[in-house]
């Protein structure tokens, strides 16, 4: 463990600017084109290390599968069945353009800038861990994986099938989370999530002349929504945000759907 902490401390600065380079090279969800650029800059990087392949995902960034070429391949009798399989996001839930205004920093020990903590911070310690197992020669006995999917913040809709696929050959599953607080305590489990919409038909009629015969969909949907969030509760971990509404034409019209 010595060996890997003074290598570690011996690399900071490397790791640091590497993170650098990932947290200015922004990739939001909804643009695939940043997001490529990103899967661009870790492929070119570390593909001296590792067999890079990218999958394409029609209307999403490409995803990335990292093979990694460690010691102790030809250990006779050493290799174990399984691989482990490391899995990550090269997506960010922060809009193009947050760079101007919380743009990257150092200060006192700490990083930051959009991405740096879910989960930039974490590929780039992973990919490092990778070189460090190479350059101190430590023999490992199971095929290391790296997947990293374009699309986990708005809940992994296409890299899904992947994700399945590579769980199903692996003994083992690291999830490059951040730690939780100042502790840093290491996850284990995460909430799940699912997406539901919600349509309000109403009737539509003239505000001022004709309201009593109208029936105002957004009003309805503002009394359902109050208690949609109602069904949160905190003691099991379950909570519930309604985050999208659009409703409405003209402000003198009882509006017919929402």
Known sequence: MDSFLSWARANERRIVATIREMVECESP????AA????VEQIADRWGK???VTRKKAKGYGDHLLLEFALPGKNLPGKKKSG???ALGHTDTVWPMGTLKRMPWREDAGRLWGPGVYDMKGGIAFFLYAM???????VPV???????????EEIGSPASRPLIEAQARKSAGVLVLE?????????KTARKGVGGYEVKVLGRAAHAGVDFTNGANAIVELAR????IAGFTDLSIGLTVNPGVIEGGTRSNVVRRQH
């Open 29 to 32: 969800s909804d643009d695939p």
């Open 35 to 38: 997001i490529n650029r990103q």
């Open 49 to 51: 290390i590792a067999k």
């Open 83 to 85: 691989q482990l399989l």
């Open 131 to 137: 070189e460090a197992l190479r350059d101190l020669e």
């Open 141 to 151: 006995t199971r095929k290391v994986v790296l997947l990293l999917g374009s699309d």
């Open 178 to 186: 951040p730690g939780t607080g100042l502790t840093g305590k290491l």
């Open 224 to 227: 359902q929504i109050e208690k």
